[in-house]
């Protein structure tokens, strides 16, 4: 079981950068995928990115690939979610998730929730000028 934290969201201008960050804690993260995933008021929860445990293969949501980099540091229990080119509709709260798993080349873009699935409490992001 992994507790997560996420930190990095705030306001930001249309065109402007900004980097998530997701801290894991409780157990090493060597056996989990991390996927990012977003939630507009009034919109139902849509995936971002993920990146499996072995941190190849990432996956990206079409309206954000080319803007949005995924990335992990195993050793340092951390991911992070470098996002450039920002739009408005890009707003949303972002929730960085672990899923335990056997498989060190996959992972999904799909919200999913269950035993093994660790979300963390999430992190506003605000792109409007």
């Known amino acids: 079981q992994l507790q997560l934290v996420e930190s990095g969201g705030g306001l930001v201008q249309p065109g402007g950068s900004l980097r998530l960050s997701c801290e894991a804690s409780?157990?090493?993260?060597?056996?989990?995928?991390i996927g990012w995933f977003r939630q507009a008021p009034g919109k139902e929860r849509e995936g971002v990115s993920c990146i499996p445990s072995g941190g190849v293969n990432a996956k990206y949501a079409d309206s954000v690939k080319g803007r949005f980099t995924i990335s992990r540091d195993n050793a340092k229990g951390m991911a992070y979610l470098q996002m450039s080119s920002l739009k408005p509709e890009d707003s949303g709260t972002y929730y960085c998730?672990?899923?335990?798993?056997?498989?060190?080349?996959?992972?999904?873009?799909?919200?999913?929730?269950?035993?093994?699935?660790?979300w963390g409490q999430g992190t506003q992001v605000t792109v409007s000028s």
């Open positions: 998730v672990a899923d335990r798993n056997l498989f060190p080349t996959l992972c999904t873009i799909v919200p999913r929730q269950g035993r093994g699935i660790d």
């Open positions: 409780g157990s090493t993260l060597d056996y989990y995928a």
